[in-house]
């Protein structure tokens, strides 16, 4: 490992599946050893999921790019360029739309959007779905509550109705 280690694309899944190959063949490290390196850095990736990873042209899971990037020896800012990408590709271009107002005065094109920090998307889609769940576990609670307290039975109504079976 005395080059430096490949940098990850941002362009689509097939070229940064490419890239985590390059890795691995920079890391030198077979799917059983970069299984234990991982557990090493305390992930879990298996040996069989990650050669079925290199294997395909999709978008990996970002648990596991994190995993396999730390198995191959990859720390710090150069790790985090890695998930960045990812996310970048999983997410897409951002476009931000400029006013119409803006366009004809002609300050701005329409179909240029200004550089977004890719940190910063990632830490706003990952907070985005920790409200999310938030939401969804207040809600549960919520509900949970009112039914056991009864507020979704009709029990006055029960009482109040005298029925009677005469067959």
């Not at 970002?62 to 890695?82: K, M, N, Q, S, T």
């Not at 549960?140 to 006055?156: K, N, Q, R, V």
Request: charged share 20%; glycine share 8%.
């Amino acid at each position: 490992m005395t080059t430096a280690p490949p940098t990850p694309p941002d362009t689509d899944a097939a070229a940064f599946v490419a890239a985590l190959r390059r890795l691995k063949a920079w890391s030198g490290l077979s799917y059983r050893r970069l299984e234990r390196h991982a557990a090493d850095a305390g992930h879990c990736l298996p040996y069989s999921t990650a050669a079925t990873m290199l294997g395909r042209e999709r978008l990996p899971r970002e648990e596991l790019v994190a995993a396999f990037v730390a198995a191959c020896g990859i720390r710090g800012d150069e790790a985090e360029a890695w998930l960045d990408a990812r996310t970048g590709i999983a997410c897409g271009p951002v476009d931000v739309p400029v006013p119409a107002e803006v366009r004809s005065v002609g300050l701005a094109p329409a179909n240029v959007a200004p550089p977004v920090d890719a940190p910063a998307r990632t830490r706003s889609w990952r907070l985005r779905w920790a409200l999310v769940g938030a939401a969804a576990l207040v809600v549960t609670a919520l509900l949970g509550g009112a039914t056991t307290s009864g507020a979704f039975t009709d029990d006055e109504e029960v009482l109040q109705t005298s029925t009677s079976v005469r067959l």
